[in-house]
């Protein structure tokens, strides 16, 4: 059973870091990318930044330049540095797996998610 144990949330003042990690289990298939989303109250999810397998990384414009995906490859672990957190920073923040399988008749796709945690940035 492939399991996304997050940890690393919790309220910082405007301007401070937090770090996010995510650590999966249980994982049978390749891993395309790793990931972060987050929902404030009321909006929908949106992503973060993610990072791939070959280390490529994207980001949402609203955070380039203050947030930073990372993966430890050999521990299935992604992390998320945030610096110079905003209030409009605050959220739920999800880690997101996605994979695959190739068989014969092409991919199999996998998409699993974390229990999300907390990030209050209070001003």
């Known amino acids: 059973q492939v399991q996304l144990v997050e940890s690393g949330g919790g309220l910082v003042h405007a301007g401070g870091s937090l770090r996010l990690s995510c650590a999966a289990s249980?994982?049978?298939?390749?891993?395309?990318?790793m990931g972060w989303y987050r929902q404030a109250p009321g909006k929908q999810r949106e992503l973060v930044g993610y990072?791939?397998?070959?280390?490529?990384?994207d980001y949402a414009d609203s955070v380039k330049g203050r947030f930073t995906v990372s993966r430890d490859n050999a521990r299935n672990t992604v992390y998320l540095q945030m610096n110079s957190l905003k209030p409009e920073d605050t959220a739920i923040y999800y880690c997101?797996?996605?994979?695959?399988?190739?068989?014969?008749?092409?991919?199999?796709?996998?998409?699993?998610w974390g229990q999300g945690t907390q990030v209050t940035v209070v001003s």
């Open positions: 249980g994982v049978f298939f390749s891993i395309r990318r």
């Open positions: 990072i791939t397998n070959d280390g490529t990384t």
């Open positions: 997101n797996l996605v994979g695959f399988i190739t068989t014969n008749l092409g991919d199999e796709s996998y998409d699993y």
